[in-house]
């Protein structure tokens, strides 16, 4: 089986205050595990429940029925082996997904397993519906062809006498990638199916709100219908099956109300700047300040989490309550802001004429304390938070009708539909069950 998409750090404030929920997987208890054709490779901590899962379903119960002949030692052995194959086959699924985006020129920043499955992170959408029908449909294809691989790896084992062993493996595995590829093009998003809908909607309407909507509404049915489904088996005696399949379907239905309001988000942002939204002339902290005084001066008596820094009239960078935190308390008489800021080169930096959604992106990618320093030519013209983005884009949302204003405002400023970086990340996750 298969699903799809989840992000991390601050960008997750705008888009929860958006209405969006975060309730998704993955987010800072990840290990890092390596790295496989420059793609950084990590699992969360909830994988680990599904690894034992897997394992314990198919040397107990799976291979035991269907091999009966061997012995538990020989199941145990064939379980191993065919947990891990069923991984590394999640991996190539969210691997083909990264390397399509990446001949996209769309960032991937890694590739995550986790509970459901896998899913390889990107920091924006496809800009065109070509690109997005060739991202997400090469996964389900990359999960067809190694169901054929292993389907004829069956036949060998069995054509030359190898024992049953191997050619039940080779079978299982055949039979869950080909399982992954038939639940991955189900027309819902976030699944890869969802996509592919979505990319031939937008494709034949040009309008890609419509065609989020409607592939995001196909998601929502889906995990409901997955949900049904699930309490049915749970009922008619399957417990665990029946709670993993409603859970999964649960997890499908947040992840597509979630991707709508990522749209929604982008759609309402597009055509404004960054000029628009600053807050112009910001208040600035000499780097000699001690913390103490920062504290006592400007966090305690004004709103703002966050200020530029400058060293001799100099821009050097930007000191936020996180910074602060990580200070222990002891040392803010003597450390000075310049030793807990983030220094210029960490922040995100942008022009005043930078559009508003690339400016997301980059606050997205970034995660620096969720706030965008504008310079315009060298000065500091004005800082953009996270949160003033949330509130505008929370009044926005009621005030002005979906859709029709991209295109309204592309009139005025030049951009309308079409531009680059859509409905927020890109994700692609798989979902896979014993
Ligand atoms: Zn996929």
Known sequence: MTIGGKDRGDPAKVRSASGGRSAVAARGSR???GSILGFEIDIDHSWFVILFLVFWSLSRVIFPERAPALGTGTHALMGMVATVLFFASL???????AL???AKSIPVEGITLFIFGGMARTTREPDTPRDELLIAGVGP???LALAGLFWALGRVATGVGAGPAIAT???YLALINFALAVFNMLPGFPLDGGRVFRALVWGATGDRTTATRWASNGGRWIGTFLMVLGGLQALAGAPLGGLWLAFIGWFLRSLAQMAYQQHVV???LSGYVAGDFMSRDPVVIDAGVSLEVLVADHFMRARYGGYPVVDGGVLVGLVTLEDVKAVPRARWASATVGDAM???AGCVTLPPDAEMTAVLEAMSAAGAGGRALVMDGGRLAGIISAS???RWVQRAQWMLPIGARSSARGNRIGSGHGEPGGGGRGDHVGVGRP
């Open 91 to 97: 991996l190539a699924h969210e691997l083909s997904h």
């Open 342 to 344: 983030t220094p210029l």
């Open 266 to 268: 982008h759609d309402l």
């Open 141 to 143: 294809l990359m999960s």
């Open 31 to 33: 290990l890092r595990l």
């Open 388 to 390: 003033d983005i949330a």
């Open 100 to 102: 399509v985006s990446r």
């Open 169 to 171: 493996v080779a079978d």
